[in-house]
């Protein structure tokens, strides 16, 4: 069996999705291990530092775990770890001293020499201890002793939610079982991968803050961006971006063209008189009121509101539009591809049509 069609076998023997058992969907393997995690959604997530006090108190909430969750998240641990699994990577030229040329680009370990450096010049810097470089490295990382301790942790990250899991608790879990935290790395990989696909990651950068994200404004965005998607059916990565593009770029053309007909056809939002006299009386009653300095903050009248409002609408406008031309580009320049053909006619502008037969 070759090297790469030995990967694609673990691979799919592996593949456990993450997301549907942190909502509790049952999922079997081939070897019909039950790998199902309850949710156990906590008021406060655990947050990962580098501190052994903070790490003692994640293995006493470890405990807290129900046992059905440790007994699954075990025969998951034990899975993986049976497995060879050999990370997909790429070709490139580095220097042979380098990181990259012992790892590779696509291993777990380029992602935590970076974690683990950032976190020893964190310790390290004059506002978080000033330690030696001896205690700063102890706090970077903590040391895996046992097989028990490993799936602690593993059963841990397995119920965090994803976002909530750091590359200094994988550290831990890597330098224990090497395997089970690539695999786990994957799986999160293919979650992102997912969360791009289906536009959630897209509606996240849209709608960042809490008070954005009601219902009906995600609801809005994703049935815009599923309209395109059916007009479009998008053939891979890039043109899903591009759509993506073209439902946020719709999304704020709207909201400034909104803005435009506010300033311009509604009545200015004005602060109350009594409110104006206090905040004069108030600035009377200081000697200094103002800051030393020799210019004032500029004011932007109503009409420049509106000019703004209206200039904004439009640079939306012609970033869809460029997008949208960048879509059909995308195709019409495309080589053209002929699946299983029998007898092609081939002829250029005026000339002469050849047929060419399938040999």
């Not at 803050?209 to 809005?220: C, H, L, N, Q, T």
């Not at 400034?256 to 006299?277: A, G, V």
């Not at 109503?302 to 580009?329: G, K, P």
């Not at 053209?336 to 037969?357: E, L, R, S």
């Amino acid at each position: 069996m070759s090297e790469s069609k030995r990967r694609t076998k673990v691979k799919v023997k592996a593949k456990v999705n993450l997301a549907e058992s942190l909502n509790q969907v049952p999922v079997q393997t081939e070897d019909d291990l039950p790998v199902k995690i309850a949710s156990t959604e906590k008021t406060n997530e655990p947050k990962v530092n580098a501190s052994n006090t903070q790490e003692k108190n994640q293995s006493k909430e470890s405990a807290e775990i129900p046992e059905d969750v440790n007994e699954a998240a075990s025969k998951l641990f034990d899975h993986w770890n049976e497995q060879e699994f050999v990370p997909e990577d790429f070709q490139a030229h580095v220097y042979v001293n380098s990181v990259e040329s012992c790892v590779g680009y696509s291993s777990l370990v380029r992602q935590f020499q970076y974690d683990y450096t950032r976190a020893v010049a964190f310790h390290r810097s004059q506002g978080n201890g000033s330690v030696s470089i001896e205690q700063a490295r102890a706090l970077a990382f903590r040391k895996c002793f046992s097989e028990e301790e490993a799936k602690a942790i593993f059963s841990d990250l397995m119920c965090y939610s994803l976002q909530n899991v750091s590359f200094n608790r994988l550290h831990t879990l890597y330098d224990f079982a090497p395997r089970v935290a690539e695999q786990f790395w994957e799986s999160m990989k293919r979650q992102g991968r997912a969360e791009f696909e289906s536009g959630h990651g897209a509606a996240n950068a849209v709608l960042p803050i809490g008070f954005m994200r009601d219902a009906w404004s995600v609801a809005r965005y994703l049935g815009l961006r599923e309209s395109f998607l059916d007009e479009w059916h998008p053939k891979g990565g890039i043109e899903l971006s591009l759509i993506d593009m073209l439902a946020q770029a719709f999304f704020q053309w709207q909201y400034w063209l909104e803005q435009t007909i506010k300033r311009s056809q509604t009545r200015e939002r004005e602060e109350h008189p009594e409110y104006q006299k206090w905040q004069r009386l108030r600035n009377e009653s200081y000697e200094k009121s103002w800051e030393d300095g020799f210019w004032l903050r500029p004011t932007v009248s109503e009409q420049q509101a509106i000019d703004h409002a209206v200039q904004t609408a439009d640079r939306w406008n012609r970033i869809y539009m460029r997008t949208l031309r960048q879509l059909r580009d995308l195709r019409r320049y495309a080589p053209v591809t002929i699946n299983n053909p029998n007898q092609v006619n081939i002829a250029a502008d005026g000339g002469q049509q050849v047929n060419v037969n399938k040999s």
